[in-house]
Nanobody, 118 residues
Framework: QVQLVESGGGLVQPGGSLRISCAAS????????MGWYRQAPGKERELVAT???????NYANSAKGRFTISRDNAKNTVYLQMNSLKPEDTAVYYC????????????WGQGTQVTVSS
């Protein structure tokens, strides 16, 4: 059974920092591309950052310079370190794990709420 379980969300003040985590099970984590996406109320889900099995990263323009995605293959966990948070970063953050080989798969977590407010 595949599970992607996000944790670490919460309320943070503007300018603050937060690290969210996603623990994966039931997939071959080391070969998976892992990603963080977010969805704000009334908006479509959007890419925040991804990290490939080889460690290459990709960020949305809104995340560049403020957010850092990282992975720990020994713990089957992907992280998103978020600094200099803004109210517009408020959203539900979703973890995604996918691979195109040997058998394609694409799984999502249930999400964790991040609220940036004073």
């Amino acid at each position: 059974q595949v599970q992607l379980v996000e944790s670490g969300g919460g309320l943070v003040q503007p300018g603050g920092s937060l690290r969210i985590s996603c623990a994966a099970s039931g997939i071959t984590f080391s070969i998976s591309t892992m990603g963080w996406y977010r969805q704000a109320p009334g908006k479509e889900r959007e890419l925040v950052a991804t990290v490939t099995s080889g460690g290459s990263t990709n960020y949305a323009n809104s995340a560049k310079g403020r957010f850092t995605i990282s992975r720990d293959n020994a713990k089957n966990t992907v992280y998103l370190q978020m600094n200099s948070l803004k109210p517009e970063d408020t959203a539900v953050y979703y973890c995604r794990g996918s691979s195109s080989y040997p058998t394609p798969y694409d799984y999502w977590g249930q999400g964790t709420q991040v609220t940036v407010s004073s």
